[in-house]
Structure formats: structure tokens, C-alpha cells
């Protein structure tokens, strides 16, 4: 059963920094690019970050690029964004997907499968 699991969310102060792990099962993670993504209330689902299979290159969203760092490690099903000086406009739910196919890492169409998402809430 595939499973990924967001964790990490929360409430913080503008300027703060939260850390988001995305933990999965039921497939072989090596095979996947890996990428984080966010909805905010009333708004499209929008890429955040991606990873390559082994997390030798990585894809930022231009609002979040010199503030957020993604990584994975693979021998521990495991992938984490770091998100530094965040700002009000990041509040969203963040979602972890995994993608095997040739599609671009930012596309949501690209992904075949998906978490249910942490809450990320970041005040003024």
C-alpha cells in the first residue's frame, strides 16, 4: 500500500522556520523524483520544490527559492523541506508527491501519488 505522510506543520511567526518531512512506503523510493507543492484557501495547488532520484539537483517555486531547501534521504524513505524567513503568504497546506515518469517536476499532472498534507500557518 502506498502511503506518503506529511509531518512538520504548524503555527509560527513571520521570519521563523518549520521543517517538513514527507515519509513513505509502499514503493521504491530510489525510482521517484520527489516534490512539495502548497494550496492556500481558495487558490490553485502551486510547486514549491523538487528533488531529483538521488537529490543531486533541485527545483524551487520562484517565491520560495533562497528560503526553502529541499533534500531526501532514500535509506530512510524520507524527504524534507527546510523552510527559512518564512512569510504570511506561505500559509498553505503542503503536500508531498512522488513522481516516476518523464513529466516535469513542476506540473501536478506529472505525479502519481500524493500525501494528504500538513498545515503550514505563518502569522504576521
Known amino acids: 500500500q502506498v502511503q506518503l505522510v506529511e509531518s512538520g506543520g504548524g503555527w509560527v511567526q513571520a521570519g521563523g522556520s518549520l521543517r517538513l518531512s514527507c515519509s513513505v512506503s509502499g514503493f521504491n523510493i530510489p525510482n521517484y523524483r520527489m516534490g512539495w507543492f502548497r494550496q492556500a484557501p481558495g487558490k490553485e495547488r502551486e510547486f514549491v520544490a523538487g528533488v531529483d532520484w538521488r537529490g543531486t539537483y533541485t527545483y524551487y517555486g520562484e517565491s520560495v527559492r533562497g528560503r526553502f531547501i529541499i533534500s531526501r534521504v532514500n535509506a530512510k524513505n524520507l524527504v524534507v523541506l527546510q523552510m527559512n524567513n518564512l512569510e504570511p503568504e506561505d500559509t498553505a497546506v503542503y503536500y508531498c508527491?512522488?513522481?516516476?515518469?518523464?513529466?516535469?517536476?513542476?506540473?501536478?499532472?506529472?505525479?502519481?501519488?500524493w500525501g494528504q498534507g500538513t498545515q503550514v500557518t505563518v502569522s504576521s
Open positions: 508527491g512522488a513522481l516516476s515518469g518523464d513529466g516535469h517536476i513542476e506540473s501536478i499532472s506529472s505525479y502519481d501519488y
